[in-house]
């Protein structure tokens, strides 16, 4: 056995201690911590070394790392924190956690250089102030070595019953069989190309069609690929909750399956669930000031970790269960098991967003992970909204009026910049090359000034204020890496508050093209298999996200035939913006005619919810005798299951949603549940002023720019409605396109080649 860890990782694991304590800490960006770590390094002699490599071992236990800084000449190696604000008020077991870390590459140190002794330096350097403290310890080697010895065997203890478990993990992943006796149709290519890409190391995207079981046949193969110890541990990422709920089952299957068969499976698997619907106590602050389950988290976090690892499935309840029973937050537990699971189930944010900690743990620690993006043609949208970001004025006038009097400068500077750009606007809407630089600079001096009025006062500042500027902060993060994948705009709206001219300007970095913000993603990864019934065409979604050219393609051809679903286009039918009015009767009347012929249940998908109400006003009107519900914005989750549980207890009828919404994907409704659909749209975005600057910004960059902003992403909510039609090879359906360019060549190439469009 020979265990490896990343010199960060074992001093958190012996090191840290105490509360868990999440008040705001005014942080540097990374931005300004690279920067910081520049200018420390800039201030010492030319013979000064930075990032210096560092591998040391204890037993069976290898120790990696990159050592900030060291002056041969003074002997001194130092470890650099950059900070805000007092640095008296960061906590003591903060202060402990580094002075582990540095002692831990002062031994490094001295073993690879052979050094009798050397000085040991704490260097926190004040972003704000740029001055620094520097806190010296001097020690033989000697007393480093007998340090890193403590943490290596206490952590070695640990290290044992892990690679303990990672043998007997491989072992039984190895002998574990397929569950179901025999694939399905498609399912085992699409299984045999997730089991290469691992081996390979290489990216992979998969079209594959709903039926076949696509969750099994990409969790499975990566499971394999840790037993040949291709892959460490397996990431699978979904949009939605219940893509987390299919995952799960599809590993509860496995272990049924080695159950009956070879044995228990050793297999973690960890689910990741939203702080809100973990926290015990929504109403306390993070802290152990306030919240019980914060108080001495770090102290049971060893036994809470070794009673939540005794269960292989760590789901919600199992990890709230664990947490409770040792009185520590189950939020920060699942956090914490993340480090030790085999599998983590969770959404997109915590592999892809700016701040994600699955991403960060992989770098850290240097793990190969295989991951799996489910449903991957959600993550364009999913991603563009993780790195954008928007300033209202309206919630600056009032994170103004209550924030304390030290911010008053910082703000009315901003506010100035804001004035003057909102004054030279001539249109409602207006697009800028760059973010302007003085307003960015009013941006980024006001940040400073709340970080530093937060480490003096954390609770001077109100909820709403604080949440202003935490936007802002998130505004300047973006705007600092500004570039052509995305767009800085300014859009003028009425506001009966606002002085003078009664008008706001929302700011927005927005961004158009994830793919620059996504790509190191990739790099981190062992592989990374993006899968989805719908990814066509594969170039835009390869283009838009980022994968690298050396990207595989695979086009599962599916179990599904052509005589199970007939597709009808009704070409006489216009749903354009401007023929609205007159598609009503149409449409009502062919919905009705469907029925009359064949009465089952239905789904109609319109683009809008307005549209959706005319329709069905008018069918009531025309067709009273004909049962209609349909849905209603911002439904929650019961409301959402009493729409389609009309479907299930086979009350005939139509529902009505609208295209791309709650019931355009991931409702699964068998047989008789669903006969037809009726899609009376094209699902194209709107056409405003902010799609036609995409569109002109994606025109730029891929020459395609009405196809990638429009028309791709209209045609795939249009695939994934009438998909709901046909769920097994059992299923026989109706889906009707209502509107005339269906008819387009452009149009039909991307509908499924196992159609026969009538």
């Given at each position: ?13 012996t090191?840290?201690?105490g509360?868990?304590d999440?008040r ?5 960006t990374?931005?300004?911590g ?9 201030r ?11 591998t ?50 002062g ?7 052979g050094l009798?002794?050397l ?8 972003i704000?102030?740029?001055k620094e403290t520097?806190l010296?310890?001097t ?5 480093l070595?007998?340090?890193?010895v403590e ?8 290290a044992v019953?892990?690679d303990?478990?990672?043998i007997?993990r491989?072992a ?12 399905r ?5 699409l ?7 691992a081996?390979d ?14 969750t099994l ?15 460490e ?10 893509g ?17 068969s ?9 689910e ?13 602050a993070c ?6 389950l914060?108080?001495?988290f770090y102290?049971?976090l060893d036994?809470?970790r070794a009673t939540a ?9 199992a990890?709230r269960?664990?947490?409770l029973s ?23 944010n915590?592999?892809y ?7 960060a743990?992989t ?8 991951v799996l ?10 991603a563009r ?7 209202d004025q309206?919630?600056f ?7 304390p009097t030290t ?17 030279a606007?001539?249109d409602?809407?207006?697009v800028?090359?760059?973010?302007p ?21 954390p609770?001077?500042?109100?909820a ?18 500004f570039?052509?994948?995305?767009i800085?705009?300014?859009t003028l ?13 929302t ?5 158009v093209i994830?793919?620059p ?5 990739y ?8 899968f ?7 170039h835009f979604y390869r ?5 690298p050219?050396?990207t595989q393609?695979?086009?599962v ?5 052509a ?9 006489n039918v216009?749903t354009?913006?401007?023929d609205r009015?007159r ?7 062919l ?5 009359a ?6 789904l109609g998908f ?6 959706l ?6 069918m009531?009107?025309?067709h ?18 009493a ?5 299930r207890?086979m009350?005939?009828?139509?529902g009505?949603a609208?295209l ?5 994907e991931?409702v699964d409704?068998?047989g008789?549940q669903?006969?037809?659909a009726?899609i ?11 799609n036609e600057?995409?569109r ?8 395609s ?7 791709y992403?209209?045609l ?10 046909i769920?097994t090879?059992?299923?026989r359906?109706?889906?009707h ?14 509908l ?7």
């Amino acid at each position: 056995m020979n265990y490896v860890v990343a010199v960060r990782a074992l001093c958190e694991f012996t090191a840290r201690r105490g509360d868990l304590d999440l008040r705001f800490t005014p942080a540097p960006t990374s931005l300004e911590g690279m920067a910081g770590h520049l200018t420390v390094a800039g201030r010492r002699t030319s013979s000064y070394e930075t990032e210096i490599a560092l591998t040391g071992t204890h037993r069976n236990l290898t120790v990696r790392g990159r050592a900030d800084g060291y002056d041969p000449r003074a002997r001194r190696l130092e470890e650099i924190k950059t900070f805000r604000g007092d640095l008296a008020r960061m906590p003591a077991n903060h202060r402990t956690l580094h002075w582990a870390q540095a002692l831990v590459y002062g031994h490094l140190l001295c073993r690879a250089r052979g050094l009798a002794g050397l000085d040991v330096a704490l260097v926190y350097f004040d972003i704000g102030s740029q001055k620094e403290t520097v806190l010296t310890q001097t020690h033989t080697a000697r007393e480093l070595e007998i340090f890193f010895v403590e943490q290596c065997e206490s952590f070695l203890d640990w290290a044992v019953q892990e690679d303990a478990h990672r043998i007997a993990r491989n072992a039984a992943l190895a002998a574990l069989q397929f569950p179901h006796g025999q694939f399905r149709s498609g399912q085992r290519e699409l299984a045999v190309s997730v089991y290469r890409a691992a081996r390979d190391g290489k990216p992979l995207m998969a079209q594959a069609p709903t039926g076949i079981g696509k969750t099994l046949a990409t969790i499975f193969p990566l499971l394999k690929a840790c037993a040949a110890d291709q892959i460490e541990r397996v990431f699978f990422l979904t949009a939605k909750t219940p893509g987390r709920a299919l995952a799960l089952d599809a590993i509860e299957t496995l272990h049924r399956s080695a159950a009956s068969s070879s044995g228990r499976l050793p297999l973690r698997t960890l689910e990741l669930v939203a702080r809100d619907k973990a926290c015990e106590h929504p109403d306390k602050a993070c802290n152990g000031d306030s919240c019980p389950l914060a108080r001495g988290f770090y102290d049971r976090l060893d036994a809470a970790r070794a009673t939540a690892l005794d269960s292989p499935r760590l789901d919600r309840a199992a990890v709230r269960e664990a947490a409770l029973s040792h009185e520590i937050c189950p939020y920060y537990l699942a956090q914490e098991l993340a480090r030790w699971a085999d599998v983590v189930v969770g959404d997109y944010n915590y592999y892809y967003d700016g701040s994600a900690m699955l991403y960060a743990l992989t770098q850290i620690n240097q793990w190969r992970v295989g991951v799996l993006v489910d449903e991957a043609h959600n993550l364009l949208d999913r991603a563009r909204h993780m790195y954008t970001a928007s300033l209202d004025q309206a919630a600056f006038r009032a994170a103004r009026k209550n924030a304390p009097t030290t911010l008053r400068r910082p703000l009315e500077r901003l506010q100035r910049e804001w004035s003057a750009l909102k004054r030279a606007q001539t249109d409602t809407y207006q697009v800028y090359d760059d973010v302007p630089e003085k307003l960015l600079q009013a941006a980024q001096n006001l940040i400073g000034a709340v970080t530093d009025q937060l480490a003096d006062a954390p609770l001077s500042i109100d909820a709403t204020s604080l949440r202003f500027f935490f936007d802002a902060m998130h505004f300047v993060t973006l705007a600092e890496q500004f570039g052509e994948h995305s767009i800085f705009d300014i859009t003028l709206s009425a506001d009966r508050y606002a002085p003078r001219d009664k008008t706001s300007a929302t700011l927005c970095v927005r961004n158009v093209i994830p793919a620059p913000f996504l790509a190191p993603r990739y790099a981190a990864a062992h592989t990374t298999v993006m899968f989805s019934g719908t990814l066509n065409p594969y170039h835009f979604y390869r283009d838009t996200l980022g994968l690298p050219d050396h990207t595989q393609w695979l086009d599962v051809e599916g179990p599904f035939r052509a005589e199970q679903l007939e597709v009808r286009v009704a070409a006489n039918v216009s749903t354009r913006w401007r023929d609205r009015e007159r598609s009503l009767a149409p449409i009502v009347d062919l919905i009705a005619t469907q029925y009359a012929s064949q009465p089952g249940n239905y789904l109609g998908f319109l683009s809008s919810f307005d549209y959706l109400q005319q329709v069905v006003e008018l069918m009531r009107e025309r067709h009273p005798a004909l049962p209609v519900w349909a849905q209603q914005p911002g439904m929650d989750e019961a409301a959402r299951d009493a729409f389609l549980a009309r479907f299930r207890t086979m009350n005939q009828g139509v529902g009505f949603a609208v295209l791309g919404g709650a019931f355009s994907e991931g409702v699964d409704l068998v047989g008789q549940q669903l006969i037809g659909a009726f899609i009376a749209t094209l699902g194209l975005p709107q056409m405003n002023d902010v799609n036609e600057q995409m569109r002109r910004t994606m025109d730029a960059k891929f020459g395609s720019g009405y196809d990638y902003m429009y028309l791709y992403p209209g045609l795939r909510k249009v695939v994934q409605a009438a998909g709901r039609v046909i769920r097994t090879e059992q299923d026989r359906g109706v889906v009707h396109l209502i509107d005339d360019r269906y008819r387009r060549p452009e149009v039909r190439r991307l509908l499924p080649s196992w159609w026969v469009v009538r």
